[in-house]
């Protein structure tokens, strides 16, 4: 549509190979056929041993006075806005999955140990096979971006809506009890389970239930249901989202473990997507089928009328809007994908750097805990500089430090080794999804800010690469002073108590454990502080802000 790859672009987008694929381990696929089966199995024998349960509805239908009936304007306009950002929140999240298109319940992230996988690709194990290398391609229609390889973006339109999303939900709730709309949705008794049970059998056996009107009541099954959408999985989608962030993780530990580990909490975000899909594909349904014209009036009125086509047109319309918007959504991801970036680290950026960010990340894992595998990112360096290094086992390496600094050096690694060491065992978050624990052993940057003395003015440090970014150009990303300094931010010439290898980063590669993984420079050629990371490449903080668009603050 909007699209025009170079060759470049295409080979990472929109790749030859763009087959969808859905592979379910074995043990998952027997779990959910089992809880299936075992549900409608139920079902069907309770109906054809005892016949249909009576239905509870019936007992609504004798009731005159009516409390609480019909919707008022506020509830209306949450209901839709809040489609609207979960439509958004859906696609979006859709498109990130994708560019580590693996679910696991193990932080380490094995391939091959995860639950639910989108690629039928199985690791190589006799060449380098990157995570960058591992993301698909999802169509623009379902994801946003969609394409392949769009996580910056994708994250974009994620992060600045969902805190809209929260938003209107927090209004909603808050509406609801300060009103007496609270009773239609929330159970009165116990007895709702059995009756919501006996409606189910009803649908389950292809018998539609007793209509009681949505407008005066809700059947049982619908009442727990709407209850548990608004009061389960907002909830949950919220606290297995945050969970996913190394900010979050790195504070508070204690609270990726509500959903077992990290991974745990992505694999939970993921099944309360798909249990929010399965709602609004069965929500549609009912709406459809059990008086369309007049429901959509309720929904949209908050009328009561089964012969007014207005609540249809204006539902239309509202959908409409919806697909218009991502119509007008796919262009800016294209054309405009600064404004994205830029809104997110406005609003996001801003939001974490004066919270979470003022609080110290700690280390708490154990040896214990080191991941029997780790993904590697990024592509080896090809200059004939670092090979040449490589060869000789860097022993002619040296690090130049410098720019806005009283004291600019040049270490070899010995001298760096010398100056001091610290070693901390710790998550590494990538953008794309995965995970792994790992030792690192090096160089508290701290150590070495002392030693240069930058200037006063000096807000950033550079970190160049010889190694190149996935469009080529030097890889190079840049810290805040502030984070530089912050405990567990080093210099690191070892990765599980062994000397980095080339694949990690050798011969030194920055952690910095607040951020995410694309901030931590492998393969350092030389370090530089400056006043801003503005004048540096094409000025938004590194080579995957600049060419990816990823996150300017990556806090998160
Ligand atoms: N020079 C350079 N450093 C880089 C990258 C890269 O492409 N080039 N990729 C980054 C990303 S996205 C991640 S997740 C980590 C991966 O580190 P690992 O290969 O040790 O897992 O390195 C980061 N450092
Ligand atoms: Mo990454």
Redesign the pocket.
């Known amino acids: 549509m909007f699209t025009h790859f170079n060759q470049i672009e295409k080979s990472v987008h929109y790749p030859q190979d763009r087959k969808l694929f859905i592979g379910l381990n074995p043990y998952a696929f027997l779990i959910i056929g089992i809880v299936f089966l075992g549900i409608m199995g139920a079902a069907w024998i309770q109906f054809l041993v005892y016949g249909l349960p009576k239905d509870p509805s019936l007992a609504l239908l004798s009731i005159t006075e009516v409390k609480v009936k019909g919707f008022p304007l506020w509830l209306i306009l949450c209901h839709w806005v809040n489609f609207f950002f979960l439509m958004i929140l859906i696609k979006s999240g859709l498109s990130i999955l994708m560019d580590h298109p693996r679910l696991y319940w193990n932080k380490g992230c094995t391939p091959g140990s995860e639950w639910l996988k989108f690629t039928p690709l199985i690791v190589p194990k006799d060449k380098l096979w990157t ?1 960058k290398d591992d993301a698909r391609y999802i169509s623009p229609i379902i994801g946003l971006p969609g394409y392949r390889h769009t996580v910056g973006i994708a994250r974009g339109w994620h992060f600045i809506h969902v805190l809209f999303f929260v938003l209107n939900g927090i209004i909603f709730i808050t509406l609801l009890f300060a009103g007496d709309q609270w009773q239609r949705i929330t159970p009165s008794s116990w007895q709702i389970i059995p009756d919501a049970w006996a409606v189910f059998v009803h649908y389950a056996t292809f018998n539609l239930p007793i209509e009681p009107d949505g407008f005066y009541h809700y059947n049982a099954l619908q009442q727990i249901s709407y209850f548990g959408v608004i009061f389960i999985l907002g909830p949950l989608a919220m606290l297995s989202g945050v969970c996913m962030s190394p900010a979050i993780d790195n504070r508070f530990y204690w609270l990726p473990k509500l959903f077992g580990n990290r991974q745990g909490a992505r694999s939970a975000h993921f099944l309360v997507m798909l249990a929010y899909v399965a709602f609004i594909i069965v929500h549609v349904t009912m709406v459809v089928i059990t008086g369309f014209v007049r429901n959509m009036n309720h929904i949209t009125l908050g009328t009561d009328n089964p012969a007014d086509y207005t609540g249809l047109y204006i539902g239309s319309a509202i959908i409409l809007f919806t697909i218009a918007f991502f119509v007008y959504a796919h262009w800016v991801s294209w054309k405009r994908p600064r404004w994205v970036q830029r809104t997110d680290a406005f609003i996001n950026g801003n939001l974490w750097q004066f919270t979470i960010n003022k609080l110290k990340p700690r280390a708490y894992l154990k040896k214990k805990d080191i991941s029997p595998f ?6 080896l360096p090809i200059s004939e500089k670092w090979k040449k290094l490589a060869e000789n086992k860097f022993k002619d390496y040296k690090l130049k430090v410098g720019g806005l600094v009283e004291n600019p050096v040049e270490l070899s690694l010995d001298d760096i080794k010398n100056l001091g060491k610290e070693q901390n065992i710790t998550m ?1 978050h ?2 794309q999804g995965w995970t ?1 624990v790992a030792e690192w052993g090096g160089l508290p940057i701290k150590v070495l800010v002392d030693l240069v003395k930058p200037h006063p003015s000096v807000t950033t440090v550079v970190f160049y ?1 010889f ?1 190149e ?1 996935l469009y080529g150009g030097m ?1 190079y990303d840049t810290i805040t002073l502030d984070n530089c300094l912050k405990p567990a931010s080093i210099l690191a010439w070892e990765m599980n108590y062994e000397l980095l290898s080339e ?3 050798a011969p030194l590669r920055l952690r910095v454990e607040n951020q995410l ?2 901030k ?4 350092i050629e030389r370090i530089e502080f400056v006043e801003t990371y503005k004048t540096i490449g094409k000025g938004y903080g590194g080579k ?1 802000e600049d060419d990816e668009y990823f996150d300017l603050i990556a806090n998160v």
Do not use: I
């Not at 780790?374 to 592509?379: A, L, M, Q, S, V």
């Not at 931590?520 to 393969?523: D, Q, T």
């Open positions: 995570a780790f993904w590697p990112n990024g592509n590494h990538c953008v792994g690469s190694g970014g890889y694949v990690h980063g993984g694309y931590m420079v492998k393969w995957n």
